[in-house]
């Protein structure tokens, strides 16, 4: 658990066919990507003829799969927060591919942001603001170095090279997970220069931006929250405060999906 705020605890929670989302809350869904066959295709059942199209497109099995469950998952969740069945919802795509909720719903405030990989996905939530998330597999990173050079900032570069080497890979995946989640949230990935900002990276340091375009005051505007949905899993949700409810800080809860579970999980800590 990195330090600062503590990281949302994710039980285990099945569907209920209504959700609610309080002002000043973001709410996080883990997504196991690989149910099984019969549940994949009730799920496909719910995508548009565009969404089709999409997952066709691509070359293995695995991924397509991994695809449909996450579209179709974040429906599901989506049509319990705004009461209408998933199949009916609509998307709208900005210029950089971040999907929003198509009329009549975009009006409904409700903002949301998907991340997967490997076999998990992240879904946040959040009633107002446009929030960004970002889930990474820790794999192995044998060119970790070289990848920092090119991707981090200079400030990011060099902190990376202060962590001891048994904490390299997990500090690397703090710094890309939160640098992606503030590039999500603002919805233009990798068209902003990634050396125009700066997070913290260490393990156990606050997630937090450290400067943005030179400006400290305006990172400090960002809040971050680190997220561990599962061993060997770590990511970040991004949203600029203030929160549209004028809360001081968001409330992060976080649950792990599971079809078969009680609909009443615990509200976890967070
Ligand atoms: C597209 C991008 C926003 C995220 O890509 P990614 O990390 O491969 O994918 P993630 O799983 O985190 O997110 C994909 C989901 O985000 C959403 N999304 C797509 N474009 C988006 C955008 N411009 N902004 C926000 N969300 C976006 C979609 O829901 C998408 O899901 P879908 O493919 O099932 O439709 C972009 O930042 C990118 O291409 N990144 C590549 C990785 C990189 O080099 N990062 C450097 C970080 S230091």
């Known amino acids: 658990m990195t330090a600062g705020d503590p990281a949302p605890a994710w039980p285990r929670r099945g569907l209920p066919t209504a959700l609610d989302l309080p002002a000043g809350e973001i709410q996080i869904w883990a997504i196991p990507l690989d149910p099984p066959a019969e549940r994949v295709a009730a799920l496909a059942r719910t995508l548009t003829p565009d969404e089709e199209a999409r997952a066709a497109r691509f070359r293995f099995d695995v991924h397509r799969r991994r695809y449909v469950v996450g579209r179709g998952v974040l429906r599901e969740l989506l049509g319990a927060y705004l009461r209408v069945p998933p199949a009916a919802l609509r998307f709208d795509y900005r210029k950089r591919g971040k999907p929003d909720l198509a009329a009549p719903w975009r009006g409904s405030g409700l903002a949301f942001n998907l991340s997967n990989s490997e076999d998990l996905a992240l879904a946040g939530f959040v009633a107002g603001g446009d929030l960004g998330v970002d889930v990474e597999f820790l794999k192995e ?35 890309w997970t939160r640098k992606e989640a503030y590039l999500k949230a603002v919805g233009v990935g990798l068209a902003a220069p990634l050396d125009s900002f700066a997070v913290t990276l260490a393990p156990g340091e606050a997630p937090r931006m450290l400067t943005l375009q030179g400006d400290r005051e305006r990172a400090a505007g960002w809040f971050f929250r680190h997220l561990e949905p599962r061993p060997q899993y770590l990511g970040a949700v991004a949203i600029e405060r203030p929160m549209p409810a004028g809360s001081a800080e968001p409330r992060v809860v976080a649950w792990t999906y599971e079809p078969g579970a009680s609909l009443d999980a615990s509200t976890p800590a967070g």
């Open 141 to 175: 990173m044998p060119d970790l170095a070289e990848i920092a050079t090119r991707f981090f900032s200079a400030a990011e570069v060099a902190a990376l090279a202060g962590v001891p080497a048994e904490r390299k890979k997990e500090a690397f995946f703090n710094c």
